[in-house]
């Protein structure tokens, strides 16, 4: 257990729907990542929080976004959703965001099937 | 921008034999390596990883990588495979302290009895 806990996991639902993909960082973790793992593309970068502001952005789409709220859970909206946006959704989070001195510690998924 | 190449979506192997998972990475300035395992229905763990200093690494499980600079290589090696290894695992790279991680495409290893 990495202690990254996220709800839910496992989210059904049919094209141009909207969802939110819930994380709850470690406990006194102040970075939070999201990732998408398909078979196509492999494991992406989306985005990264710091302590409620945003500080990298990777291939994340205009469809989706983000935040970081004052308790340092993060969500993570996935609007008018696609076939092709069906994977598993990965939450990460470390103690303050570098790659030198962090571990990034990982939780167990969300699993987005689009029908 | 900098990106890592694993060779083998896929490698077998049988319980007791050495492990070697091959990761090649391109970055125009010195990289910060990573190893993952990923077991089925799991997220991602670290193995191990180099920042600085030493270039052989030595993480988890009884897995070692060693940094080379002049083949831009970070294989990840295992004396005896054992069947708790079976899982995919990822090499990733970061180009500065603030900067995320690129992952690999990930090699599955399969440990057979």
């Known amino acids: 257990d990495s202690g990254v806990t996220q709800t839910p996991k496992h989210l059904i639902t049919a094209t141009g729907q909207r969802v939110t993909l819930r994380c709850s960082p470690r406990?006194?973790?102040?970075?939070v990542y999201w990732y998408q793992q398909s078979l196509d593309q492999g494991l992406q970068f989306l985005i990264q929080?710091?302590?409620?502001?945003?500080?990298a952005k990777g291939n994340i789409l205009e469809r989706f976004s983000a935040q970081q709220f004052p308790d340092l859970h993060s969500e993570l909206n996935l609007s008018s959703l696609e076939l092709g946006d069906s994977a598993l959704y990965f939450c990460?989070?470390?103690?303050?965001?570098?790659?030198?001195?962090?571990?990034?510690?990982f939780g167990p998924g969300t699993r987005l099937t689009v029908l | 921008a900098q990106s890592v190449t694993q060779l083998g979506s896929h490698v077998s192997v049988s319980e007791g034999a050495l492990v070697l998972l091959r990761c090649n990475y391109s970055?125009?300035?010195?990289?910060?390596l990573f190893w993952y395992v990923q077991y089925p229905n799991q997220g991602l763990q670290l193995l191990l990883k180099?920042?600085?200093?030493?270039?052989l690494v030595k993480g988890i499980n009884g897995f070692e990588a060693e940094f080379k600079k002049s083949e831009t290589s970070f294989h990840l090696t295992k004396p005896s495979a054992h069947m708790s290894d079976a899982a995919e695992y990822f090499c990733?790279?970061?180009?500065?302290?603030?900067?995320?991680?690129?992952f690999g495409k990930g090699t599955m290893l399969l440990v057979s009895p």
């Open positions: 990460a989070s470390s103690v303050v965001g570098r790659a030198d001195t962090d571990t990034q510690y």
């Open positions: 406990s006194g973790d102040l970075s």
């Open positions: 929080y710091y302590n409620g502001e945003e500080r």
């Open positions: 970055s125009s300035v010195p990289p910060y």
């Open positions: 180099y920042t600085t200093g030493a270039t």
């Open positions: 990733a790279v970061s180009v500065s302290g603030y900067s995320t991680l690129t």
